[in-house]
């Protein structure tokens, strides 16, 4: 009797015209397009402007690619260099082949640079990208499924992924370890916007709580996998990238709790470089000469009020002396009607 198993598509590629059309490349693309626009939902949450996500992403996404390519290359380079390879088929990455601790890695410093030319910090961006980069890991794990890889080992659980013979792997029925990751990409970005929502988690440590809580679905997950891997001592290289990642995310976690408790109150200043500035000095007004003047400067607060009291005491002292004349007038009325 057959079982019941989860069907592999028979190509990761189509071809519209001299166009291939990849499923990988597509899952990737959905995936960076998710992070983007809920990350923009979260940043203009926090106070700051409408695409300024986007425009540091233009940043990031870029050395992320190239930083997760570079990572699994060096860790698998056996199937690049040596003999029987080919070292042209380490830029094809269209075929797979992503390592997310280069793409996290290498991408945070095309953001660092993307941030400091719009004057904001990097945690607080960070912040209000991280469960928008578990959603994007997600769905790029499904590029995994269009290529037939990422799978653990032989099951015959009614999940099981079915895998067609191929190059280095053999038809059967295997863990869908790229369902699991994607399920547990799922469950991270929840858990970081109920956290943030929860505690008010700011400088960066909302984005440690991804990479802390990643860490653990990837350990277990790396642990099914059957795929060809470097060890050591006894253990895949990535289950320890895994353990090493995670202590460093829970301590910055903790340190910067300390350090640093509370959430950003401004993170994004109205004019770049401009934070901390009053906004009544930043609106100046031109000046017959062409120079720039506050509006404090232009229109002094005391004029007004000084003013005022001098003018009533004017009329006060002409209607006393008024006043003072008027008797006399009177007075000398009846002296001129005796004469």
Known sequence: MDIAYIPSPSTGVIH?????????????IIGVFVAVWLGNKRWIARGGKPGTVADIAVWAVPF???????????????????EGRN???????????????GAIALGAVGAWIGCRLRGIPLPAWADALAPGIALAQACGRWGNWFNQELYGRATDLPWAVEISAGPNRDAGTYH?????????????????????????LGHGRAFALYVAAYCVGR????????????????????????????VLAVVYF?????????????????????????KT?????????????????????????TRAPRADAAVREGAVKADLRKPAVDAEAPEADKA
């Not at 990455?93 to 992503?98: N, P, S």
């Not at 950003?264 to 004019?271: F, K, L, S």
Request: proline share 5%; with cysteine; aromatic share 14%.
């Open 219 to 246: 350990g277990w997950i790396e642990y099914m996998r059957v795929d060809e891997a470097h060890h050591i001592l006894g253990v895949r290289l990535n289950v320890w990238t895994s353990i090493v990642v995670f």
């Open 16 to 28: 519209l015209g001299p166009i291939p059309l990849r499923g990988y490349a597509f899952c990737i």
């Open 281 to 305: 000095e930043d609106k100046a007004e031109d000046t017959t000469d062409g120079t720039a003047e506050s509006r404090s400067d232009a229109a002094p607060k005391d004029s007004l009020p």
């Open 176 to 200: 869908p370890t790229f369902l699991y990751e994607s399920l547990w990409c799922v469950g991270v970005a929840f858990l970081v916007i109920w956290a943030d929502r929860r505690f008010k």
């Open 64 to 82: 992320g690619l190239v930083g997760g390519r570079l990572y699994h290359v060096i860790t698998d380079y056996q199937l690049y260099f040596g």
């Open 87 to 101: 070292w042209v088929d380490a830029f094809k990455i269209w075929e797979g082949g992503l390592g997310i601790w």
């Open 254 to 278: 903790v340190l910067s709790a300390r350090l640093r408790p509370g959430r950003e109150e401004v993170v994004e200043p109205d004019v770049p470089g401009g934070e901390g500035k009053d």
